[in-house]
């Protein structure tokens, strides 16, 4: 009885320091879903959605932000976040419609608006940051235009494991 006692006691304490690990690395959890999903065909399918309606997104946004930029005359970053803010109510659109279509019934509902505009202000805050930083060595079109892809990836990011 007491082997048995000493036994159950080694797998407490085992299956403790796993939960351990696994708290304390949530990032491996993170990584190995990232895996696992990006050998799912479905994953790369949206992929491949999410950036045909991105290259569409992306034509509005560099659109609006040129707008802005070169004829309303606003400074870089109210220009980015405008073009921004357009550019992600049309992106939340087309992706409920299209890309995440199935996990979202295709319908626009306000409470998944608002978690696709919060989760784009990562995207948003990686494209003004690069757009500022790379405007110091490249024109601003050139800057703009990295910007997009930096946030692209972002972006997919955190729809296809947060939003949908």
Known sequence: MREG????????????????????????????RLVHAWHERAFLLKAISFAAIGVINAMVDLAVFLGAYEILKLALVPANVLAWLVAVSFSYVMNTFITFGPESGRTLRLRDYATFVLSGVAGVTATTITLIVLSHYVSVLVAKLLAIIVSFVVNFSLSHFVVF
């Open 5 to 32: 006692g000493l036994v159950h006691g080694l797998d407490s304490r085992r299956d403790g320091a796993e939960a351990l690990r696994s708290e304390i690395d949530p990032m491996k959890s993170i990584f190995n």
